[in-house]
């Protein structure tokens, strides 16, 4: 099935795990867990004053953690740049075609997405990757929970917007 995007096929699932095994081993010899929804705090910790963002848990890892995230954004627009070019839009693929909302519709839509992310990522008590990776490598109960709640979650989301929503809207 093509990408929602940008109809491309997606990338060979070893390309996945290869990433998988780079992070298994910030885990081994750096004995740090990945922690991108706690850099997020930590990137809050830097403009919000609150105590909540003072802890020693958030903290602690800002030496490490806040170039990690500085990476996984640069590593986005390197491969987006590598890959033929990025350029700013609102274009959606096929949602578009589907759903056809306009800017202010989009900008709901990811917004609205985004505090569920953001309260499921607090529910949880961290991200996917925290409890996909690091937390199943560590056979933790509660990333075994978290992480078959977010895959059922996501098969769900998926097969609503695929099976219903986009058929319903096209017809």
Not at 22 to 50: I, N, Q, Y
Not at 58 to 73: Q, T
Not at 115 to 126: C, H, I, K
Request: proline share 5%.
């Amino acid at each position: 099935m093509p990408l929602i995007l940008h109809d491309l096929e997606p990338m060979h699932w070893a390309v996945a795990g290869i990433g998988i095994a780079v992070m298994l081993a910030l885990l081994f010899l750096g004995s740090h867990r990945l922690g991108v929804s706690t850099g997020f705090e930590d990137v809050c910790s830097l403009a919000l004053p609150a105590q909540y963002f003072k802890r020693p848990a958030i903290l602690s890892g800002r030496e490490w953690r806040l170039p990690l995230l500085v990476g996984l954004v640069l590593g986005g627009v390197l491969s987006a740049v590598l890959g033929g070019g990025w350029e700013p839009s609102w274009a959606l693929g096929m949602f578009d075609s589907a759903i056809g909302l306009g800017p202010a519709g989009k900008l709901a839509w990811m917004f609205v997405g985004g505090l569920f992310s953001g309260f499921g990522t607090r529910l949880a008590g961290g991200c996917t990757s925290g409890h996909g990776i690091f937390g199943l490598a560590n056979l933790e109960m509660p990333s075994l929970i978290s992480t078959v709640s977010f895959m059922a979650a996501g098969i769900v989301t998926t097969h609503v917007i695929y099976r219903v929503l986009f058929p319903l809207v096209g017809q």
